[in-house]
């Protein structure tokens, strides 16, 4: 059996565990995210301890960002330009390649969550996985070829801009950069600001989960007339309610009104946009599969 580390570094905690494939999971230690020094300290001290009994292959990081993607730039595997204090521009993958002298997978805790559902999911025969989630904030990992989509710098798809029905919803909006985008209308925070109740306090049926389900169906839209891509799982807290996704895929096909005639969309669509499949475990599969791609790469 191959033994990889994992690290799901988000803005709040920081989950380390040891893990060999999606079935198989052994230690895990978990930690609020305080200042860089001490959590890094800490995610090196669980590993050089878990390194005396497992032999680990490689550690995948997925990580909040933004994050520094490009091999050749000299601030490669860091969190750059994040809000969160004291985190702007801090070292994460090197700190870690030093330290345990491993090779260090790094990407977006979204790409890294892509990944996983595109190697453990139910998306077989694709070579192209988008994956939205939809939580505290909206954002989104996509798999091209098989391979984490970063360019420029790497997808931001949480932030496109949505068609608002102001007589319908005229709420503001929440991001601080553009008010009423995808994540600003969309993302958990927004929910409770508009209707002074938390997301999953609200009941199935209320009239706002129809509003809610025609903006990520516009994200979908997006996805499927930009990338194409041959499965768009739907995840995060938000998507926990599970009465959105029917609203969602009708609404679709709706906007898409026939003019992609492919049957995953206009006969399968149940199949095409799903829930993830990797479920509390798709945190530390994305990061292990973030470790083996590492591996393959080199
Ligand atoms: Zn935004």
Not at 143 to 170: F, K, S, T
């Amino acid at each position: 059996m191959k033994y990889y580390g994992a690290v799901e570094a988000g803005g709040t905690k920081f989950v380390c565990s040891i893990l060999a494939d999606p079935d198989h999971y052994f230690e895990e230690v978990r930690f609020p995210t305080t200042t860089p020094q001490e959590t890094l300290e800490r995610t090196v001290a669980f590993f050089r301890e878990q390194q005396k009994t497992y032999a680990l292959e490689a550690i995948g990081v997925s990580c909040f960002g933004p994050v520094d993607l490009n091999q050749e730039s000299p601030t490669y595997g860091y969190i750059t330009t994040t809000p969160k204090p004291n985190w702007q521009y801090t070292e994460v993958a090197g700190v870690l390649q030093r330290e345990l002298n491993l090779p260090i997978g790094f990407d977006t805790d979204v790409n890294g969550a892509a990944l996983a559902e595109y190697t453990w999911g139910n998306s077989k025969k694709a070579s192209s996985l988008v994956y939205y989630t939809v939580g505290t904030g909206v954002g989104a990992g996509v798999i091209i070829n098989g391979m984490p989509v970063h360019g420029l710098v790497h997808p931001e798809a949480g932030h496109i801009l949505i068609r608002q029905d102001y007589e319908i919803d005229p709420y503001p909006g929440h991001c601080p950069y553009h008010s009423n985008c995808l994540e600003g209308l969309c993302c958990g925070p927004a929910i409770q600001d508009r209707l002074g109740i938390p997301a999953q306090n609200l009941p199935q049926d209320h009239p706002f989960w129809k509003v809610l389900a025609n903006y990520l169906a516009q994200a979908c839209v997006a996805q499927v007339c930009q990338i194409s891509p041959e499965k768009i799982v739907l995840g995060g807290g938000v998507m926990e309610q599970l009465q959105l996704f029917p609203m969602i895929r009708a609404e679709v096909v709706r906007l898409l009104n026939g003019y992609i005639q492919h049957p995953m969309i206009l006969n399968n669509i149940d199949e095409y946009i799903t829930p993830p499949v990797l479920g509390n475990r798709a945190g530390a599969c994305g990061a292990m599969a973030l470790a083996k791609l590492k591996l393959e790469a080199r």
